[in-house]
């Protein structure tokens, strides 16, 4: 950190089991990459590059070797791993990773339908040599999985070797965990939180407003995911209380009480007294 403050919150060091973030690479160029890892990569756990991106994506493997000469993994998009099973291609899946000299996989089917037991196959074979990810929940909006279904898929794909389930919400914020509007599903939420590990998920999270939600509801070493390229640091801020959202959220009860007296006799941050205040 460039200087001192008090009453910042603690936050998980590199390599992290907790307090993930997960940036969703949605085809940077080389140059944008190496812009991204000087500005941002201390703060960078995993980067996903995402749906079929790579398959479209120029200079892919050089890309991947910058983020792992970072000290950031990276992985396919979910949607990939799909078009290769949807087209009975797993073992070509497996040796794609092998060449672009992957470590971590994805394993989702948001949109296509495959028996769970299936999907828990593949995460088992894939974990022998890889650090899986799974994803749970529908891409398509208006589809509603019971809470009950989603924590029992959740427990088996952990157990069947996943190192992290992903709970989906898309690039949009606004299916799986999410209602239309963007709002969280609390029902769904509590429900799993009840029965998963907090640190076994990564929330998908790619509005400000959610990223909040859930620093405030499981604290600044949430795990969280699909963080555009530029909101990195913005979400570290909130993670460390340096942003309005959370800026109340880690200081001391007494500090936040001594203000408040201060403020409601009158005073304001700006100098201007309330009585002149419009």
């Known amino acids: 950190m460039n200087f001192t403050l008090p009453h910042i919150p603690e936050r998980t060091g590199k390599p992290r089991k907790s307090g993930l973030t997960m940036m969703m690479d949605k085809g940077l160029s080389l140059r944008q990459v190496e812009d991204f890892i000087e500005t941002n990569g201390d703060y960078t756990d995993i980067v996903k590059l995402g749906f079929g991106t790579s398959f479209l994506t120029k200079n892919v493997e050089k890309k991947i070797r910058l983020y792992k000469e970072a000290n950031i993994r990276v992985y396919l998009g979910g949607t ?11 073992n070509d899946y497996v040796k794609l990773l092998e060449k672009l000299k992957l470590d971590m996989a994805e394993v989702s089917d ?91 998920v990564l929330w ?52 936040q009480k001594n203000y408040l007296e201060f403020y409601n006799e009158g005073n304001h941050p700006t100098g201007i007294k309330k009585s002149q205040r419009q």
């Open 110 to 200: 948001g949109s296509i339908t495959l028996p769970h037991a299936k999907k828990c196959e593949y995460i088992h074979t894939l974990s022998k040599n890889f650090t899986v990810l799974s994803e749970v929940g529908s891409k398509e909006e208006g589809f509603v999985i019971r809470p009950a279904k989603w924590t029992s898929m959740m427990k088996k794909e952990l157990q069947a070797g996943s190192f992290k389930v992903i709970a989906e919400a898309r690039e949009s914020g606004t299916v799986g965990i999410y209602r239309s509007s963007g709002h969280a599903h609390t029902l769904l939420i509590n429900k799993i939180l009840g029965t998963i590990n907090k640190d076994d």
């Open 204 to 255: 998908e999270a790619p509005q400000k407003s959610q990223q909040v939600w859930f620093i405030k509801l499981l604290g600044p070493n949430v795990n969280l995911g699909n963080i555009g390229y530029d909101d990195v640091i913005p979400l570290e801020t909130l993670r460390l209380g340096l942003r309005g959202d959370t800026f109340f959220s880690f200081l001391p009860k007494n500090m």
């Open 80 to 90: 990939l791993f799909e078009s290769f099973i949807i087209r009975d291609m797993f």
